[in-house]
């Protein structure tokens, strides 16, 4: 280029290229096109882009560069553009050089000359590929969420910030029946119950002016006309200076859970009110012991408030007597998890004690962990002072019918045997004087001496019809559950509560058959001998215990056993001998009554001893009436002479 002075104008064809230079080196796409829409220039960046020499995109060559799906449309809406002398744009996909295609926004206006001819189209071609995909990544993004809302199982909805609904969910629409025309605005709100309405509407407002978050339930009317309980939550959406831009609601569906609740609620209440009624006191208590409610019966009858038992205040409610008792044997139901029982004086509101029966059972988990429990206290203080009176009533009478009949024992022997004793003591005297005379006298000596035969044999006759007395003992038989019996026979050894500390273990084989005893009798055997196991473990070093054991042993018989772990027995046949006794009070009969009761029931009693240690007392019953016969009279076992 030639050297020109400063104010010396350009030439021609210097000025056209120095334009060209610019326009090459643009960094858009430019392009001319004829008035008939004939492309006749490219710049250099097109021609880079497409790596397409200038003569194959003349005129309508450059189309091959667009991509096959978009060229049809492309050209036709050209055409239409440069017929009407109109500006266009448009975008399409343009294959770069390296065969990619990337989206360009296409623009062409049009330049007339002075008298309005058309004589010139200019264009310019943009990448706005990054746009584009960003454009349509949101747009797919905005389709995935549209579809999620409408598939979720809610129901979603966006409003301005004046509470007017500007979006809602289709899932709403087809919910609930509405047009999105009718839904819009206010309009959602007439789904809403009557009863439900103002209460929505006054909270929905009070959040709109505190700008905070809404959450209430109410009732909507779905498209058939059937009432639903929903949860309704409303979140403000804010911009960086925090103000509210707009808001998102959601709407759930609550009414099986609402109904749900409802049917709780109700039997909740139910149960409290069986709990209420219940002729018992009823409590729980945590896995630790710790009470965690009492009922309002309990809660009436102690009269303290429920703060007051926990941390072990409960003990004080009971009778000193009974309280360390008590507690043992609750320490031990909650370490070991078995049923608590316990029989106890419980102190009532106006002060009075009051015996009762506690009972509590563990509730666990499906791996056997203890979760809660629960127990209950029944009031028995009448019965168990009855009962009380009525075993002292028995105690007292058994005394006094024993001491009865011993004086009338005493005296009957006396009158009876007194007779034959002092003609036996005249006899005597008798020939010991004609012995001890000058001139003894044999024949007389003799006759004293046949007088004393004689009436010491009255005597015997005597002593065997004392003795017949003693044999007749009037009983009835009938068919008895063994292991009913020792249970109660058991119940009854404990209320002794000297007694009450040596724990007693039953095993009983399963379905045992009846056995046809006198029951009373029966009872007092097992009395003596559960009594007398009990008395034999009294200052041993090792734990106590006694075993009750019952079993067929055979086709027609069962066999009994009353096991103790004491010092065993010495001399295991003549303990059963009547007045024989290793106790300092006893009277040695206990046993010999005992063996006399099961004789004339048909079976036997012997005693043991235990190789593991202690005593065994063995007593065998028939099973059917195979021994003596049921009778309202029986012989029973006649104690040894020598004994008497």
Request: hydrophobic letters at 40%.
């Amino acid at each position: 280029m030639s050297t020109m002075a400063k104010d010396e104008p350009i030439p021609a064809d210097d000025q056209s290229l120095f334009f060209r230079q610019i326009v090459d080196s643009s960094t858009e796409l430019l392009h001319t096109a004829r008035p008939d829409g004939y492309l006749d220039f490219f710049n250099q960046t097109w021609l880079d882009f497409t790596g397409v020499p200038l003569e194959k995109l003349l005129g309508w060559g450059w189309t091959c560069r667009i991509h096959p799906d978009d060229v049809e449309a492309f050209v036709q809406k050209m055409r239409e553009s440069f017929a009407k002398g109109r500006p266009f744009q448009e975008a399409s996909r343009v294959r770069r050089a390296d065969g990619v295609y990337r989206w360009m926004l296409h623009r062409k206006v049009p330049r007339f000359d002075g008298d309005g001819n058309l004589i010139k189209w200019h264009g310019s071609s943009i990448d706005i590929d990054d746009r584009k995909r960003a454009e349509e990544q949101l747009r797919k993004s905005e389709r995935e969420l549209r579809t999620l809302i409408d598939v979720m199982p809610a129901y979603v909805g966006t409003s301005l910030p004046d509470g007017t609904v500007d979006f809602l969910s289709q899932s709403w629409l087809d919910y609930f029946g509405q047009t999105r025309e009718e839904a819009m605005g206010w309009g959602w709100a007439g789904v809403i119950h009557p009863d439900d309405v103002d209460r929505v509407l006054a909270n929905w407002q009070a959040g709109l002016a505190s700008g905070e978050p809404v959450e209430q339930e109410l009732r909507c009317r779905r498209a058939d006309g059937v009432y639903h309980w929903f949860l309704h939550r409303s979140l403000p959406l804010r911009d960086d200076e925090g103000k509210i831009v707009e808001r998102y609601g959601i709407l759930f569906d609550v009414n099986s859970l609402k109904e749900t609740e409802h049917a709780l609620q109700i039997r909740e209440h139910e149960l409290v009110d069986i709990i209420e009624t219940i002729p018992a006191m009823l409590w729980s208590a945590s896995p630790t012991g710790e009470p965690t409610h009492l009922s309002q019966r309990f809660l009436e009858y102690i009269g303290v408030p429920f703060e007051e038992t926990v941390d072990r205040g409960w003990e004080g409610l009971i009778h000193p007597d009974d309280r360390e008792e008590t507690a043992k044997a609750f320490s031990r139901a909650i370490e070991t998890g078995e049923s608590f029982s316990a029989i106890l004086r419980l102190r009532r509101a106006d002060g009075e004690y009051r015996w009762q029966k506690a009972r509590g059972e563990p509730l666990c988990d499906p791996h056997g962990k203890i979760i809660q429990w629960y127990g209950l206290s029944i009031d028995i203080d009448e019965g168990k002072r009855a009962e009380d009176h009525l075993r002292d009533t028995r105690i007292k009478l058994a005394k006094a019918s024993r001491l009865a009949t011993v004086a009338e024992l005493a005296g009957s022997i006396a009158h009876e045997l007194n007779q034959p004793l002092m003609s036996i003591l005249a006899n005597a005297q008798a020939a010991k004087r004609w012995l001890n005379s000058a001139q003894s006298n044999l024949t007389e000596v003799n006759s004293s001496i046949e007088r004393t035969i004689r009436d010491a044999r009255a005597a015997d006759e005597r002593m065997q019809h004392i003795r017949a007395l003693f044999k007749q003992e009037s009983f009835v038989k009938k068919d008895v559950n063994i292991p009913d019996i020792i249970r109660e026979v058991v119940r009854v050894v404990q209320e002794d509560p000297k007694k009450r500390d040596v724990p007693i273990e039953c095993h009983f084989d399963e379905s045992l058959p009846a056995v046809p005893v006198d029951q009373i009798q029966v009872q007092q055997v097992f009395i003596n001998l559960i009594v007398n196991a009990i008395e034999a473990l009294e200052g041993q070093q090792m734990a106590p215990l006694v075993t009750l054991r019952a079993a067929v042993t055979d086709s027609d018989r069962m066999l009994i056993q009353v096991i103790d772990n004491g010092p065993g027995v010495h001399d295991p046949e003549r303990i059963f001998d009547a007045f024989m006794t290793t106790k300092e009070k006893g009277m040695g009969i206990g046993l010999a009554v005992s063996r006399s009761i099961v004789d004339a029931h048909g079976g036997r009693l012997w005693a043991e001893s235990n190789k593991a240690g202690g005593a065994i007392f063995n007593v065998t019953l028939p099973l059917s009436h195979t021994g003596p016969t049921m009778a309202q009279t029986k012989n029973m076992r006649e104690p040894d002479p020598s004994a008497l």
